[in-house]
């Protein structure tokens, strides 16, 4: 080495090297978690994603679909779709008065054993039911993206944000995601359809359990018990639309003889079911153009309908209360309209016509 | 293509490249670099994005040894006659350049951070793309000698003013956010500034000592090279790990080891001797590598771009070097050398993606497309100025001592 540069000095000056480089490193600031992606960012690559690969993964979606359907049932009890899970130990099902229904059936369940657990959007899911007319599986892929509070009369729940729309015939499919988990189930509340993320399932089926909101969903009757020497159960509210007014329940009056708490009350209204059927029950099918079953000779026979044919209107709900206690006589007669074989048919009902 | 087929072909075509240019008397730079163009993603695509992906080391291996090379400018006793003119020619060269490109942007609606940024990018010179020029024409005289050493300062320089707005660019950010708390704010915004130069010249610094105090110790030329490449891998390699900047390591280490050992001119002949298929691997990658299709992108903000840092490396070398006193020539030709710009500015557009992923895009379109046209007519200027200065000399037949 050079004079100029004695050794002592390229020793000390590597020893200055050395602690810059040993404190420097000590003192680098932590990087920060790198920012996820906005909102809109992530929309956009979820569009993107969705319109360059679903051509591809049709076939995948349906291989899966197809491995996902044996969870699935039609549930004549409620018109709709069914799903077995492992945890649920029963059917749960989305009835037209009920968002969601544990129903006790006699078919063995396939037990996969996952827990119900929330599960992250921003996934690919696949929303799989049986067609009613066809009795066939269907199914729609679309992306979960995330989860959002909702409430159905009262009852809170988490509800999956889905890009996919909902129509009447998918009230009961599930939704999978990828690896075969169950993450919601499509439920009717009101008028409107929803995906129920799967963890929410016991907090409606609770909360719909409570049997004076199971009245009032179900059956569209609030009671209440009248204390005294002879309890008695006080109808305060029926719903003209309501099963209850179908079976007869009227606002003000009191519950039928015998029938003092709720909970019996229902059980009345679940046993009188099939006794007030005026021939007419639902196939299953969209809530517009319902397709009917007309046991013969009865009411509805007599007015010119058949099994198979779709109801346009009146609603079925309204029709089977005309069949019943007649239409009201102001107004002029009650057109039915009915399809059958593609054509359109119109009846009127008079006051009276039908017995 | 696989990797080694792609290099293959890189150096098939910078060896046609440089010949074909040759006959019209072009450097060979450009030539490697329109090699590059040629085979790259822009045209005929036999060199794919994750070929150069995967070539990325040679380059950073390539500027590592230019560095290195440029460093031993930094001679003390050398340096010592030359310091005050270099570096009051490339302050004044630098400042101006990236001052006028900064009025330019903000004269034409451009955010305050933005213009910053890419004025402190504007004042960068390509080192490597004006040493191989300088070599390639033998160049010897006070105008190579001025612009050697310029080179290794500008550099500097620019790293330096590109660190300071970025802290303030960074700060002001930071100071935004509602959960700022301003001493973190400032002491992540410069820890960068200080870290690259203190860090980056002791890590040069201690390989610069080992490599002096080996190379005293070793005699074969194979093992003399097997030093040197292994010190510049460790620079380089050292450098992104501690995150500092391989180009002023690679400075450093040149620097020392010119300071620190008697052997130093053999270390760089036997560099010479074996380093031509680096470089043109490295200016073919840097060519193919080149977004040609931004070209038309480049609207008024890259013609402000390009007008304003030409106009102030022409002006800010003439008046530095009259002011510094230097001759004629170096005062009417030193400009036209300074005018090439790619590897720094390229590494500089990566970080401010990454500090600065909001104006990322822009600054990346503007001097990305600007780098494309300095890149081939900087080489041609600083032919043309070397040529007119009587500094080329004609090749030996013996392979050229590089920076002697």
Known sequence: MPDTFQRKYVVALCGVAVAILGIGAWLRPKKAAPKPPSSSETANLQRLVRREELRNMGTFFAEKAWSFGEHLRFVPETGANGVYWGRLGQVLSSGRDLPLEAIQTNATPTPPPEALVESDGGRWLLLVWIEAGQRQLEWTAGLDGGRRDSSCDGVKYRELIVNTALTPTMRGAAAFDLDGVLIGVVAQCGGTLHVVSAPSFRALLDGFGDPAKRLRAKYGVVAEVQEGPTPSLLIREVSLSGKGYLAGLRAGEKAPKGITTIPELLDSLQAAKPVQDEGLEPLAGPESGQAIAVQPGSPAAQLGLRTGDRLVRPSLLLLKRYLKTKPPSAGGPVMVVYERDGIQYAKPMEAGNAK | ?404
């Open chain 2, 1 to 404: 293509m696989n990797e080694l087929a792609s290099l293959g072909i890189i150096l098939f075509f910078a060896l046609l490249a440089g010949h074909l240019v040759k006959i019209v008397k072009v450097p060979e730079v450009t030539g490697y670099i329109l090699a590059g163009v040629a085979v790259g993603p822009s045209f005929l695509g036999w060199i794919t994005h994750e070929n150069l992906a995967s070539l990325e080391v040679f380059s950073e291996v390539a500027l590592g040894l230019i560095l290195f090379s440029i460093g031993s400018v930094f001679e003390f006793t050398a340096f010592r006659h030359m310091a005050r003119r270099a570096v009051l020619i490339t302050v004044f060269e630098s400042l101006l350049a990236g001052s006028i490109v900064t009025a330019g942007m903000l004269a034409v609606g451009q955010r305050w951070d933005i213009s910053l940024l890419l004025g402190a990018i504007s004042m960068e010179t390509a080192a490597a793309t004006t040493l191989m020029v300088l070599r390639e024409n033998n160049a010897t005289g006070e105008l190579t000698d001025t612009l050697k050493g310029l080179i290794a300062i500008n550099n500097i320089c620019c790293l330096i003013g590109f660190s300071l707005v970025a802290a303030v660019v960074d700060l002001s950010i930071r100071s935004s956010s509602p959960d700022a708390a301003l001493g973190q704010a400032l002491y992540e915004s410069l820890y960068p500034l200080v870290w690259q130069m203190t860090g980056s010249v002791a890590l040069g610094f201690l390989i610069g000592v080992l490599l002096s105090y080996w190379s005293s110790h070793i005699e074969e030329q194979g093992e003399t090279l097997i030093l040197m490449a292994g010190a510049v891998l460790l620079c380089v390699g050292f450098s992104d790990w501690l995150e500092l900047s391989p180009l002023i390591a690679s400075l450093a280490v040149g620097a020392t080891m010119v300071n620190l050992t008697e052997h130093s001119r053999k270390l760089f002949n036997a560099l010479s001797r074996t380093d031509p298929p680096l470089y043109a691997i490295f200016f073919v990658i840097a060519g193919a590598d080149m977004n040609i299709a931004a070209l038309p992108t480049l609207g008024l903000l890259g013609l402000v771009y390009v007008a304003g840092r030409a106009a102030g490396k022409l002006i800010g070398t003439r008046a530095g070097a009259k002011y510094a006193g230097a001759s004629e020539v170096v005062q009417k030709f030193l400009g036209l050398t300074t005018l090439a710009q790619a590897g720094l500015a390229i590494g500089l557009v990566l970080v401010t993606n990454q500090r600065f992923p909001e104006l990322g895009a822009k600054i990346a379109t503007i001097v990305l497309a600007a780098v494309a046209i300095f890149e081939l007519v900087g080489p041609l200027a600083t032919k043309f100025a070397l040529s007119r200065s009587g500094e080329t000399r004609p090749q030996s037949t013996e392979p050229a001592v590089l920076l002697d």
